[in-house]
């Protein structure tokens, strides 16, 4: 044991004192040109990656053994952050991305190749500690960590966390519907009055905290060079609570809808406020859902009422979850509460664009317009903002004034304000890719899955797993809720592209 021991110390120790050297070096990076930055970059990443893959199993076989745990230690992670005096939340963090290198062999091969980095590992690793052991044991199979590997190498972080909640809220419905039941019990809201002020303090659930989110974002407040956003937060709700005591409120609204793959909310007036063209006349929270989540759903009702339970007692199909607009997964329950009361709109979305041309007639986009442009675009289309739709305007991608570009869904992106201001200061055209990266390679893969699995053994893996990136689905790890968004090419009047998807090469 010893023999061994000493050499590994030793091992540990040149890598201690390699970092320590460069760390001497870069002190000096100042100098260096950008390549030679960017090149020793990413040789820092790889280190940090296979220094976080020795960590796991140094950290999951001391776990094991049960050797740094000492009398009033409640867990070994509590032991950990003892030892590293990092807090119990770091300690407990680096046990589960520990758990998760250790246990996801291909995961931990990408984690490797760097095409899984830290923070989306950190991302699944939180998501298998919370899952049930049914979701857990599909997610350790080879099939379900290659497709995760192929979606980070694509995904942003937030976009890959989405990814895995809508996929684990596909194949475990009444978890998801558990969860919703807890925030909704613990849900609470109370006001004090000081000398110094009014103090607000409260939990909702996803859906109310949603609800109350579109509310503010209608009063067109936003923080500026006279208020902080969060002074301009304070402002809408002091302007929604004076518009409920005058009897004028804006009327709040959540919409659902069917449809192979569709958007839907109240019906309102083409008549845009707070500022943003194409933006919805009133509060308005918008529901996507596939038609085959409907059709479960209408199904367990029936069920239900044949054995006179509650059909969330019943046991769920795998079907894609209903979604707010940034891919939240949201409670059966509360979609046929959506379903129930609120006015519907229906938006079937087709390969390219939606039916919703008016032509030239009309400058700014109408509601339906808006709600269509969220549904396929979902965010900011510049590659790499991460702009909530809610935030976002809609652009004319012919320019209407400079190209006398039309008013429709074809015609129309997603930008945030600064985006959209960007554009037309640097007078750049959009283009939107037909396909997007990696789109060949992907469908040959089906196709080859396909084939692979057409035995009852191959099938069954197929159908639990789904594709990443299919349209709708069940068990598809894609963009926002499920489905493939999209992607747009941004280039000058040179025709030099100054802001493209990666995987797609300049122009």
Same mark, same amino acid.
């Given at each position: 044991?010893?023999?061994?021991?000493?050499?590994?110390?030793?091992?540990?120790?040149?890598?201690?004192?390699?970092?320590?050297?460069?760390?001497?070096?870069?002190?000096?990076?100042?100098?260096?040109?950008?390549?030679?930055?960017?090149?020793?970059?990413?040789?820092?990443?790889?280190?940090?990656?296979?220094?976080?893959?020795?960590?796991?199993?140094?950290?999951?076989?001391?776990?094991?053994?049960?050797?740094?745990?000492?009398?009033?230690? #409640?867990?070994?992670?509590?032991?950990?952050?003892?030892?590293?005096?990092?807090?119990?939340?770091?300690?407990?963090?680096?046990?589960?991305?520990?758990?998760?290198?250790?246990?996801?062999?291909?995961?931990?091969?990408?984690?490797?190749?760097?095409?899984?980095?830290?923070?989306?590992?950190?991302?699944?690793?939180?998501?298998?500690?919370?899952?049930?052991?049914?979701?857990?044991?599909?997610?350790?199979?080879?099939?379900?960590?290659?497709?995760?590997?192929?979606?980070?190498?694509?995904?942003?972080?937030?976009?890959?966390?989405?990814?895995?909640?809508?996929?684990?809220?596909?194949?475990?419905?009444?978890?998801?519907?558990?969860?919703?039941?807890?925030?909704?019990?613990? #849900?609470?809201?109370?006001?004090?009055?000081?000398?110094?002020?009014?103090?607000?303090?409260?939990?909702?659930?996803?859906?109310?905290?949603?609800?109350?989110?579109?509310?503010?974002?209608?009063?067109?407040?936003?923080?500026?060079?006279?208020?902080?956003?969060?002074?301009?937060?304070?402002?809408?709700?002091?302007?929604?609570?004076?518009?409920?005591?005058?009897?004028?409120?804006?009327?709040?609204?959540?919409?659902?809808?069917?449809?192979?793959?569709?958007?839907?909310?109240?019906?309102?007036?083409?008549?845009?406020?707070?500022?943003?063209?194409?933006?919805?006349?009133?509060?308005?929270?918008?529901?996507?859902?596939?038609?085959?989540?409907?059709?479960?759903?209408?199904?367990?009702?029936?069920?239900?009422?044949?054995?006179?339970?509650?059909?969330?007692?019943?046991?769920?199909?795998?079907v894609a979850p209903a979604t707010l607009e940034d891919g939240t997964?949201?409670?059966?329950?509360?979609?046929?509460?959506?379903?129930?009361?609120?006015?519907?709109?229906?938006?079937?979305?087709?390969?390219?664009?939606?039916?919703?041309?008016?032509?030239?007639?009309?400058?700014?986009?109408?509601?339906?317009?808006?709600?269509?442009?969220?549904?396929?675009?979902?965010?900011?289309?510049?590659?790499?903002?991460?702009?909530?739709?809610?935030?976002?305007?809609?652009?004319?991608?012919?320019?209407?004034?400079?190209?006398?570009?039309?008013?429709?869904?074809?015609?129309?992106?997603?930008?945030?304000?600064?985006?959209?201001?960007?554009?037309?200061?640097?007078?750049?055209?959009?283009?939107?890719?037909?396909?997007?990266?990696?789109?060949?390679?992907?469908?040959?893969?089906?196709?080859?899955?396909?084939?692979?699995?057409?035995?009852?053994?191959?099938?069954?893996?197929?159908?639990?797993?789904?594709?990443?990136?299919?349209?709708?689905?069940?068990?598809?790890?894609?963009?926002?809720?499920?489905?493939?968004?999209?992607?747009?090419?941004?280039?000058?009047?040179?025709?030099?592209?100054?802001?493209?998807?990666?995987?797609?090469?300049?122009?």
């Amino acid at each position: 044991m010893f023999e061994t021991a000493v050499p590994v110390v030793k091992v540990a120790a040149r890598v201690r004192d390699a970092a320590s050297s460069l760390a001497v070096v870069a002190r000096q990076s100042r100098a260096w040109t950008g390549a030679d930055r960017a090149s020793v970059l990413a040789v820092v990443r790889a280190s940090e990656a296979a220094l976080a893959e020795a960590r796991a199993h140094l950290l999951v076989a001391d776990r094991d053994a049960g050797d740094s745990l000492r009398p009033g230690d #409640r867990s070994f992670e509590a032991a950990q952050a003892r030892v590293t005096r990092s807090g119990l939340g770091e300690a407990s963090r680096l046990v589960r991305q520990a758990d998760a290198l250790v246990s996801m062999g291909t995961v931990a091969a990408g984690v490797r190749e760097g095409s899984v980095p830290l923070g989306h590992l950190d991302e699944l690793a939180r998501v298998a500690a919370a899952a049930t052991p049914e979701v857990a044991a599909v997610l350790r199979t080879a099939e379900a960590q290659e497709q995760v590997v192929g979606m980070a190498s694509r995904a942003s972080r937030p976009d890959f966390a989405r990814a895995l909640a809508h996929w684990v809220a596909a194949q475990d419905p009444a978890a998801l519907q558990a969860e919703h039941e807890a925030q909704h019990r613990e #849900r609470f809201f109370s006001m004090s009055v000081q000398p110094h002020g009014v103090f607000l303090k409260g939990r909702l659930d996803r859906i109310a905290g949603e609800t109350l989110r579109v509310a503010l974002d209608a009063m067109g407040q936003y923080g500026d060079d006279t208020r902080s956003p969060g002074q301009a937060s304070a402002d809408a709700l002091t302007m929604l609570a004076e518009g409920a005591c005058a009897g004028s409120g804006p009327r709040s609204a959540v919409g659902g809808a069917g449809g192979a793959d569709t958007a839907a909310g109240g019906d309102a007036a083409d008549r845009p406020v707070g500022g943003l063209p194409g933006s919805v006349s009133r509060p308005h929270v918008s529901l996507l859902v596939a038609a085959e989540t409907i059709a479960e759903l209408l199904a367990h009702q029936r069920a239900g009422a044949d054995v006179a339970c509650a059909p969330v007692a019943l046991p769920w199909g795998t079907v894609a979850p209903a979604t707010l607009e940034d891919g939240t997964p949201v409670a059966m329950s509360e979609l046929a509460r959506v379903l129930c009361e609120a006015d519907v709109t229906r938006i079937v979305m087709s390969a390219e664009s939606l039916p919703l041309d008016v032509g030239r007639s009309k400058r700014l986009f109408t509601t339906a317009q808006r709600r269509a442009a969220v549904v396929r675009d979902g965010r900011c289309v510049w590659n790499g903002c991460e702009q909530h739709a809610s935030r976002c305007e809609v652009h004319h991608i012919r320019w209407w004034d400079r190209d006398r570009g039309e008013t429709s869904i074809s015609n129309a992106a997603l930008l945030c304000k600064h985006h959209h201001s960007e554009v037309h200061r640097l007078n750049l055209s959009l283009h939107r890719l037909e396909r997007p990266p990696g789109w060949t390679r992907r469908q040959r893969a089906k196709a080859l899955a396909m084939r692979a699995g057409s035995g009852p053994d191959g099938a069954g893996q197929v159908s639990q797993v789904g594709e990443v990136g299919a349209m709708g689905g069940a068990g598809g790890i894609g963009g926002v809720g499920g489905r493939t968004q999209l992607r747009y090419e941004f280039r000058n009047h040179r025709g030099h592209t100054i802001n493209a998807p990666d995987g797609h090469p300049p122009g």
